[in-house]
């Protein structure tokens, strides 16, 4: 079993795959998958989320059927770089729903910012009125998806 700063054994590593696949499954069943006891199972699974292996888990909503397929990714250059202006940013960026996934990124961005919209109105509206409102922007460039080719929250193990 693994312990903060310990390196991940080999059922470890099949249980980090298999709950990054299917959170749902109860021990019994991620034990069966892994070659292992419900019990150490159990013990196991509680270890990885002690060391900060294993996150919560959630399930993955499907944009589209949300009304949210249209993918924006926005690039963001600051005004200023202090601490505060920083700070400022990015509790606007955690207020903000439509902001799924931001960065923040060295060379010539600041931040990469992952949107999720209805539409290019929906996004003209927020990008005009939040993001290139916000006093700590100077720029923004934005890219739409077109499609989809390869989405995943499985980290390899």
Not at 23 to 46: F, I, Y
Request: hydrophobic share 45%; aromatic share 6%; proline share 1%.
């Amino acid at each position: 079993m693994v312990k903060q700063g310990e390196q991940l054994d080999a059922i470890d590593r099949r249980i980090v795959r298999e709950l990054q696949r299917d959170a749902s499954l109860s021990h019994a069943a991620l034990a069966e998958r892994v070659g292992a006891s419900a019990a150490s199972v159990w013990r196991r699974v509680r270890a990885l989320e002690g060391a900060s292996v294993l996150g919560k888990a959630v399930r993955l909503a499907d944009a589209e059927a949300l009304g949210r397929a249209v993918n924006v990714l926005c690039q963001v250059r600051m005004t200023r770089q202090t601490v505060e202006a920083r700070a400022e940013f990015e509790g606007f960026i955690q207020s903000r729903e439509e902001i799924v996934e931001c960065y923040a990124m060295s060379g010539e961005w600041d931040y990469l910012l992952r949107i999720a919209v209805r539409d290019v109105a929906d996004y003209d509206r927020f990008v005009m009125r939040g993001v290139l409102a916000h006093p700590s922007v100077a720029h923004a460039a934005s890219n739409f998806a077109l499609r989809q080719v390869k989405y995943t929250t499985e980290i390899p193990v």
